[in-house]
């Protein structure tokens, strides 16, 4: 039986258009497909499955705030965001493309330091196994 590749947050880094984003806590995204049911008449168990559009979501959370992401919160410009999951038996390399930053929040609580998340779409993912480092 083979072991899992443990991806490891200290070994993993985020690249936005190529420059890395330093204080990420976490990132986390999605990827939904609308999907459909068919079913013939009189019947109660579907007969297929009809697949629509895709969507791409994802959330950063960052330790105060990323100068970076907070200029492409402001403009429309779409970038390109690279999440490289270090793990134990080498990585995996996801891949976002022509992103968009759509909500952009802030926390501050008493003790700590500001936290800013991000949530943004993208076209598409792509993910790959990467050698290990």
């Known amino acids: 039986m083979a072991l899992p590749n443990l991806y490891d947050a200290n070994r993993s880094?985020?690249?936005?258009?190529g420059e890395p984003i330093a204080g990420v806590r976490t990132i986390e995204f999605r990827?939904?497909?609308a999907q459909g049911q068919v079913y013939a008449l009189g019947q109660a168990?579907?007969?297929?499955?009809?697949?629509?559009q895709l969507q791409v979501l994802g959330r950063l959370q960052i330790a105060s705030a990323a100068p970076g992401l907070d200029t492409l919160a402001q403009a429309p410009d779409a970038f390109q965001l690279v999440a490289t999951l270090g793990g134990s038996a080498g990585g995996r390399s996801v891949v976002f493309d022509e992103c968009f930053i759509h909500d952009k929040s802030l926390s501050l609580g008493t003790g700590g330091?500001?936290?800013t998340v991000y949530h943004f779409t993208?076209?598409?993912m792509r993910e790959e196994e990467a050698p290990a480092s």
């Open 113 to 115: 330091h500001a936290e």
């Open 122 to 124: 993208a076209t598409r």
């Open 31 to 33: 990827q939904e497909r």
């Open 45 to 52: 168990e579907r007969v297929g499955v009809y697949h629509g």
């Open 13 to 17: 880094r985020i690249l936005v258009n």
